[in-house]
């Protein structure tokens, strides 16, 4: 019986100037390099993605369009996963002490995406899967783009119209391009600078709250994989599950260049009115975010950090530190939590969290 076809997303990630590199460089130091990149990159995949083949110096995967409930996780996906190389590549570049030219030249890679939503199918060949169809071509022709020399960018995020309509999403900060392929004809998309990305990320302004500054900490520990866990802690629809106050519900109200991230305004309402104002401060996709929490007079610092498990869960820990007005500051420490433990049970909060979130997620995908 033939297989059911699917739609989903297609996502290729492309070593860029590789072959150059290779040209120039010894052979088998410049495949450790690659070897070591490449499972970087599938390691930032797999927990929201199906990783399907290598494909030379690229990565191809999928994920069913169920699995991906938010449209922005799998821009933040990308983005984190470019840090993650960047960082790897630099580390690689520090430590090494070898002064052959694969060594002193690994600065030259670059990394950039391809990712599409279309329809395909899952094909057995010789006891080997893989998933075809013509949507997957075309995932496969957005390799061969203009984006390069219409913008001289090197890293970039290449998606196409189809897959930010299914996400949601519209990019106000984007490159807008039409790319044509024969047979395929017209492919709108657009397309994000990786480097500005990346250079934000390096000299952003790093807004933590550490266990010493800590007035509270709940930590758990949640089978869920990083970035689903991330859903349920920022999406406006899924927090209001898991609260103990009835009617409420959150609103965000500001997404500067139409996506969450750093100035992002959310308003918690009850009934008629806002309850608290929530600000971004900081915001690292998959690995923590801190917020900026104001109601009845009092200013709160939320931190949460996502740290990975090794059985494919996530760790939570959340710290908490606020200022109450009109209070001594030699009674903050005590009497801060005590107020928020009588408005806010956070144990019992985080504890349903747990519940509600491990009964509705389904099994993520595996490779």
């Known amino acids: 019986m033939p297989n059911t076809p699917q739609r989903g997303y297609l996502v290729l990630a492309d070593i860029s100037g590789f072959t150059s590199y290779l ?3 010894e052979l088998d130091h410049a495949h450790e390099i690659l070897s070591d990149l490449l499972e970087t990159i599938i390691n930032r995949f797999k927990p929201m993605l199906t990783f399907s083949k290598l494909e030379g110096d690229a990565v191809f995967a999928y994920a069913p369009a169920a699995s991906v409930p938010r449209g922005e996780t799998l821009l933040e996906l990308l983005e984190s996963t470019y840090v993650a190389f960047r960082e790897r590549q630099t580390g690689m570049h520090r430590q090494t002490t070898c002064t052959c030219n694969a060594c002193r030249h690994i600065e030259t890679l670059d990394l950039k995406f391809m990712a599409h939503y279309g329809e395909y199918i899952q094909q057995s060949v010789a006891g080997q899967t893989e998933i075809v169809g013509s949507d997957v071509n075309l995932a496969h022709r957005l390799m061969k783009n203009h984006v390069s020399e219409a913008t001289g960018w090197h890293a970039y995020a290449l998606i196409t119209e189809r897959a930010l309509s299914q996400l949601g999403l519209t990019l106000e900060n984007a490159h807008p391009q039409v790319e044509t392929y024969e047979h395929l004809g017209e492919v709108p998309t657009r397309s994000l600078n990786l480097h ?3 250079r934000s990320v390096v000299e ?3 807004v933590v709250v550490t266990p010493e500054e800590a007035q509270m900490i709940f930590e758990r520990t949640f089978s ?3 970035h689903v866990l991330w859903d349920w802690l920022n999406d406006p629809l899924k927090r209001a599950q898991y609260t103990f106050q009835p009617n409420l519900r959150f609103e965000t109200v500001l997404r500067p260049k139409g996506r969450m991230g750093v100035g992002g305004q959310t308003h918690c309402v009850h009934g008629k009115d806002v309850a608290m104002v929530e600000t971004l401060l ?3 996709p998959f690995d923590y975010y801190t917020t900026e929490q104001a109601f009845m007079g009092m200013k709160m610092l939320w931190h949460s950090a996502l740290t990975p498990t090794p059985e494919g869960g996530t760790h939570l820990a959340v710290r908490l530190k606020g200022k ?4 001594p500051d030699f009674l903050q420490n005590t009497l801060f939590p005590l107020l928020l433990n009588a408005m806010f049970p956070m144990s019992k909060m985080i ?3 747990g519940k509600v979130s491990e009964q509705t997620e389904p099994t993520p995908p595996t490779a």
């Open 204 to 206: 952003g302004r790093k």
């Open 282 to 284: 900081d915001w690292k």
């Open 224 to 226: 869920l994989p990083p």
């Open 196 to 198: 500005d990305h990346y």
């Open 351 to 353: 504890e349903k969290l």
């Open 23 to 25: 040209a120039g460089t």
């Open 324 to 327: 109450l007005p009109y209070v």
